[in-house]
C-alpha cells in the first residue's frame, strides 16, 4: 500500500454521516478538512524561529546568528526535519522556504540583533523555475535590513544537479550585496565543486568532522586541509557543532575562524547577544590544545604491492639462448619470471642459470632448447594486498633460499612483478625509522617529529609553558646488572609516572628515545606534579631492585673500561625550565634550555628535580 502524505490522511477521516446505518458513510470532506496540516501551517503563517550564535575566535564576539525554523509546537511537524521533508512530498517547498525566510528576518529585526544574519536557502528553491528573484529584498526593504547584513546559506538535503542555474542565483545575490556560505561542507553531495565555482565568503565544515575532533586524529588532519584550503582562497571556515570545551580548543589551534554550537548557544527565540562566560575562558586562554595522536605511521598500511619491480617474463617454451643473452645484456637482472596465460609458473635464477651454462658444453647442448629445465618451480607467491608486516612474518616461515632468490607478486593469482627479501628489508628499515621520528616503539609515546612540533607551536602562540627534560640517573649499570629487559621495563614504567602526572588537557609527553622523557607542560601546578612524578617514581621503581641491593643503596658492575664500580640505584632527574614568549625563536633553542637544565638536574643526588631560576617564572 502507498504511503499517504498527511493531507491524504486527513482526508480519510473526514467523513460526514447521513444516516446511523455504517453501511450509508460517505466521505464528503470540505476544503478547509481536506487542506493538508502543512498548507494550514503555512496559510496561517503558524511557523516561528529561533537562532543559534557563530563566535568570532579572535573578539569573541558573536559574528552573527543563523535562523532556524520550527513548525507549531503541539504538530508533529515542529521538527524542521519533518517540516521541510513533508514539504518535499507534497510539493510545497518553494512556498515553505519563502514563508521561513520571511518569518525569520522578521524575528531578528524585531529581536534588534546584532550582527549579520545566516539565511537558509535550499538549492531546489534557487532553481525552482517558479522561484521569483527578489521576493526576499522586497522582504527586507519594508523591515529594513540591508543585503550587507544578510548571508546567504546554502543548505542542501538532495544532490544538486542544475549547477550553472544555482551559481546564476547565487551571483546574483551576490551582485546585490549579499554574501554566500555553504552549509555542510563535507556531507553534501555537491558543496566541494560549490566552493570551487562560487568561492563563498563562508564556508561550514559538517559536524560529523567537528564533534571528537580532539581524540580523532583523521577529523583533525580533514580540518587542517580545508582551513589550509580556504586560507588559500580567502574564505572563512566556520566549525559547526562544538558541544565541549576540548573541541573548542583543538578548532580553534587550528585556526578556524569562526564557531557555532551547544557549547557556545543552543538555538533560542530568545538568544543572548554574548557568549557564556566559559566559553570566553576558552577562548581567551592562551594555552594550547593537545592535538589527538596520529596513526603510529601510515607506513605501517603498506603492502607487498610497495616493493614491486616489473620483470618482463618469459614463456616456458623461451629458448635458453635468449635468456642467457637477457642475463648478459642486463647485469642487474638477478631473475626471470616464467609466466604462461597469466599464471606464474616459477623464476630461473641468474646465478644458478649461469653456473650451469659456464660448464663445458653446456650452452651447446641446451642453447637451442626451451627453459623448461631451468625453472624453479616452487615459487614464493605474495598476493599484492598482502601487509608488508605479515609478508616478514610469511618469508621467515619460508625457505632461506626464497629471502635471496626473490618472489612473485600476484594479483588475484596473475603475475604483476617480483620483489626480494632484500627489498623487503630495506623497506622495513624505513618504516622503523620513520616509525621512531613520530613514536617510540617501546612507550608509544610521541617521538621527536611531534614533540618538535609542539613546541613550535607554544612559540607560535606565544604561550608561556614548562619544558622539563627527564632522564634515569644510573641506568646503564642497572640495564648491566638485571638484563635488557627489565630496562625495558623501567622505561615504560618512567613513561607511565609521566604520563599520570601530566593533566592530559594542558601537558604533552614525548619519549625521544632511551631513558629520555619530555614535558612540555601548561598546567599552573606543573611543579606539584613533577614533584609527585619523582615520589611515585621512587616507590615504584624500589620494586624492581634486589632486597640487597636496596640495603647496600646499590650494586657494583663492570664499565666499559674492565673495571668493577660501586653505582647508586636508578634514580629519576626532572630540569626544568620556564619559556616566556619571545625569548625562544625555535624548538632548537628550547631543547638546548632543556638540555642544561638536565644536566644540573642530574648533579643532584637521588629523585631530583632542578628549576632553571634564571630566568623569569610563570605566575
Known amino acids: 500500500m502507498p504511503t499517504l502524505t498527511l493531507a491524504e490522511q486527513h482526508c480519510l477521516l473526514s467523513v460526514v454521516t447521513h444516516t446511523h446505518s455504517p453501511a450509508n458513510l460517505v466521505l ?35 559574528l552573527g546568528f543563523e535562523g532556524l525554523i520550527r513548525g507549531p509546537v503541539d504538530s508533529p511537524l515542529h521538527s524542521p526535519f519533518f517540516l521541510f521533508s513533508e514539504a518535499v512530498k507534497e510539493g510545497l517547498l518553494l512556498q515553505l522556504e519563502k514563508l521561513a525566510r520571511e518569518t525569520v528576518l522578521e524575528a531578528f ?29 522586497q522582504c527586507m526593504q519594508k523591515l529594513g535590513i540591508s543585503p550587507e547584513r544578510v548571508i546567504i546559506e546554502i543548505t542542501e538535503n538532495q544532490p ?8 546564476d542565483a547565487l551571483l546574483h545575490y551576490r551582485e546585490m550585496g549579499f554574501q554566500i556560505a555553504i552549509d555542510d561542507l563535507g556531507e553534501g553531495f555537491s558543496s566541494l565543486r560549490l566552493w570551487s565555482e562560487l568561492r ?35 574564505t572563512h571556515v566556520i566549525a559547526e557543532g562544538i558541544e565541549t570545551e576540548a573541541e573548542l580548543r583543538v578548532v580553534k589551534d587550528i585556526g578556524i575562524a569562526y564557531g557555532q554550537g551547544y557549547f557556545i548557544a543552543r538555538p533560542s527565540a530568545m538568544p543572548a547577544d554574548a557568549a557564556p562566560i566559559e566559553t570566553h575562558r576558552v577562548i581567551n586562554s592562551s594555552n594550547i590544545a593537545i592535538f589527538p595522536k596520529a596513526e603510529l605511521n601510515q607506513r605501517s598500511k603498506m603492502t607487498a604491492h610497495t ?8 614463456h616456458p617454451a623461451t629458448l635458453n639462448d635468449e635468456i642467457f643473452g637477457r642475463f648478459t645484456n642486463h647485469p642487474e637482472l638477478r631473475i626471470i619470471p616464467v609466466v604462461k596465460n597469466g599464471k606464474p609458473l616459477g623464476l630461473i635464477n641468474r646465478y644458478q642459470f649461469i653456473d650451469r651454462f659456464a660448464k663445458p658444453f653446456q650452452r651447446e647442448l641446451h642453447g637451442n632448447k626451451a627453459c623448461l629445465e631451468m625453472i624453479y618451480y616452487e615459487p614464493l607467491l605474495v598476493e599484492r594486498n598482502m601487509p608488508i608486516e ?57 617521538g621527536n617529529v611531534p614533540i618538535n612540533e609542539h613546541i613550535e607551536r607554544l612559540l607560535a602562540a606565544n604561550t608561556p609553558f614548562v619544558a622539563c627534560y627527564c632522564d634515569l640517573d644510573h641506568f646503564k649499570p642497572f640495564n648491566d646488572t638485571y638484563s635488557y629487559r627489565k630496562g625495558d621495563e623501567m622505561i615504560q614504567l618512567t613513561g607511565r609516572i609521566l604520563s599520570w602526572a601530566c593533566d592530559p588537557k594542558q601537558d604533552f609527553i614525548g619519549h625521544i628515545g632511551g631513558d629520555d622523557f619530555i614535558l612540555l607542560m601548561q598546567s599552573k601546578d606543573w611543579k606539584a606534579r613533577c614533584e609527585q612524578a ?17 640495603t647496600a643503596g646499590g650494586y657494583s658492575s ?42 644540573m638536574a642530574k648533579k643532584i643526588d637521588g629523585n631530583s628535580l632542578f628549576i632553571e631560576q634564571r630566568k623569569v617564572s610563570m605566575q
Do not use: W
Not at 534 to 549: C, N, T, V
Open 28 to 62: 464528503v470532506p470540505t476544503d478547509e478538512q481536506c487542506a493538508s496540516p502543512l498548507s494550514q501551517i503555512i496559510e496561517q503563517r503558524l511557523l516561528s524561529a529561533v537562532f543559534q550564535p557563530l563566535i568570532d575566535f579572535k573578539s569573541g564576539d558573536f
Open 109 to 137: 529585526v524585531k529581536l534588534n540583533l546584532a550582527g549579520s544574519l545566516f539565511l537558509n536557502v535550499s538549492p531546489e528553491t534557487l532553481t525552482d523555475p517558479n522561484f521569483k528573484s527578489g521576493q526576499t529584498l
Open 160 to 167: 544538486t544537479f542544475d549547477f550553472k542555474g544555482m551559481r
Open 200 to 234: 563563498p565568503e563562508f564556508i561550514k565544515i559538517d559536524m560529523h568532522f567537528v564533534q571528537g575532533v580532539d581524540k580523532d586524529p583523521i577529523k583533525l588532519q580533514f580540518l587542517k586541509s580545508i582551513q589550509q584550503i580556504a586560507e588559500s582562497c580567502g
Open 307 to 314: 616493493l614491486l619491480s616489473f620483470v618482463e617474463p618469459v
Open 390 to 446: 605479515e609478508l616478514s612474518h610469511f618469508l621467515a616461515d619460508a625457505d632461506s633460499h626464497h629471502f635471496s632468490d626473490g618472489f612473485i607478486i600476484t594479483e588475484a593469482g596473475r603475475y604483476i612483478g617480483v620483489a626480494s627479501g632484500q627489498d623487503l628489508l630495506r623497506e622495513l628499515t624505513k618504516m622503523q625509522l620513520e616509525a621512531a621520528r613520530y613514536a617510540n616503539p617501546l612507550t608509544l609515546l610521541p
Open 534 to 550: 619523582l615520589r611515585s617514581f621512587e616507590q615504584a621503581a624500589s620494586l624492581m631492585f634486589k632486597e640487597e641491593h636496596k
Open 558 to 599: 663492570e664499565g666499559r673500561d674492565g673495571t668493577v664500580k660501586f653505582h647508586p640505584l636508578t634514580s629519576l632527574s626532572i630540569g626544568a625550565c620556564t619559556i616566556l614568549p619571545g625569548r625562544y625563536l625555535s624548538h632548537h633553542d628550547v631543547s638546548a634550555a632543556m638540555g642544561d637544565a638536565k644536566k
